[in-house]
C-alpha cells in the first residue's frame, strides 16, 4: 500500500512512523509511507503556506497553491490517487470501518491541516474524505493522520503478524475486549482469576465471553445494539438484563 502524507512539519510525522509496528511495515515493503514537506512545493521566496483569510476575522489559511502542487506532484509520481484524505474536526468521525476501507484504498494522499483551517477550493476539488478522530480541536491534522495511518497500516494483510490478533479486534466483533494477565499469578497481593490458572480452555474462554459482554454493557452499552455475539455472551448479556430488571422491581417496591 502507497500513503503520501502532506504536512508542514515533516520530521514530527516522519518520527512516529519511525517505530514500532507501521516502521517494521515500511522496512519490509509491505506499505510504502512517504512524508512530504509542504514548503517543498511553495515557489516564493518566504516559502508561504498561510494568508489572510478572505472576509477578515482572526487566525491564518492555508494557501490553495501549495496543496495542489503537492497532489499533482505526488500524482505524477504515484499515480492517481484512490482517496485524498483530509483532517478536520467538520469530518466524518473516523472508525474502524473506515480503516478496513482505507486499508484496501491505494494510492493514498493524507494533508494535514494547519491555522483555521485550508481553502476552500482544496477540499472541493481534491478532497475526496474529510475525516475527524474525535470532538476536540487540535493544534493541526499530524496527530490525527498518524491516528489514522497506524489504525490503517495495521489492518493492511501481512503486517499484524496474527491474522487472528486482527479479527479478535474488538471494533470488528463489536464488544470490548476481555482483561489480560501475565505472570507473577499473584502480585502484591492481587491475584489472577483462577479460571485463567486452570488451563482449562473451555472454561477460559467462557469467562472471556463473560468478561466482555460485562465490560461492554457497564462502559459502553451503545455497543451492544448490533454486536453479533456468541452464544455465551449471548446467555451472559440476558443475565446482565435480568439482574436490571430485577434491581428495578426493588427499587419500584412491588
Ligand atoms: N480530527 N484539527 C486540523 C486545522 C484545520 C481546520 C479545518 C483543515 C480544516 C482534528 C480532529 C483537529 C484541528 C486538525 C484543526 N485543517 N483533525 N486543524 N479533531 O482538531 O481531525
Not at 501475565?182 to 492481587?190: D, K, M, V
Request: charged share 30%.
Amino acid at each position: 500500500m502507497v500513503v503520501d502524507v502532506i504536512t508542514i512539519f515533516p520530521a514530527m510525522v516522519e518520527a512516529a512512523l519511525t517505530e514500532g509496528v507501521v516502521a517494521r511495515a515500511r522496512s519490509s515493503g509491505v506499505v510504502d509511507v512517504r512524508v512530504r514537506d509542504l514548503r517543498d512545493f511553495t515557489t516564493d521566496r518566504h516559502r508561504s503556506v498561510d494568508d489572510v483569510p478572505y472576509g477578515g476575522g482572526p487566525g491564518m489559511v492555508m494557501k490553495p497553491e501549495p496543496l495542489f502542487r503537492a497532489v499533482d506532484a505526488i500524482a505524477a509520481e504515484r499515480g492517481q490517487p484512490a482517496a485524498v484524505v483530509l483532517m478536520t474536526p467538520q469530518g466524518r468521525r473516523f472508525t474502524h470501518e473506515t480503516a478496513a476501507r482505507l486499508s484496501r484504498t491505494s494510492p493514498l494522499i493524507v494533508i494535514c491541516g494547519r491555522y483555521e483551517g485550508i481553502d476552500e477550493r482544496v477540499t472541493s476539488a481534491l478532497v475526496t474524505d474529510e475525516l475527524s478522530i474525535g470532538d476536540y480541536v487540535l493544534t493541526g491534522g499530524e496527530l490525527p493522520a498518524l491516528v489514522v495511518i497506524d489504525a490503517v497500516v495495521r489492518l493492511v494483510p501481512g503486517v499484524v503478524g496474527d491474522a487472528e490478533s486482527v479479527e479478535g479486534d474488538s471494533f470488528v466483533r463489536g464488544l470490548l475486549d476481555h482483561p489480560h494477565y501475565t505472570r507473577p499469578a499473584e502480585f502484591r497481593g492481587l491475584p489472577v482469576p483462577e479460571t485463567l490458572l486452570s488451563g482449562h480452555h473451555g472454561e477460559i474462554e467462557k469467562w472471556r465471553a463473560r468478561e466482555r459482554v460485562r465490560r461492554t454493557w457497564e462502559r459502553r452499552p451503545d455497543m451492544l445494539t448490533g454486536a453479533a455475539l456468541t452464544a455465551e455472551e449471548q446467555r451472559t448479556l440476558n443475565e446482565l438484563k435480568l439482574n436490571e430488571l430485577k434491581l428495578d422491581e426493588l427499587k419500584d417496591g412491588d
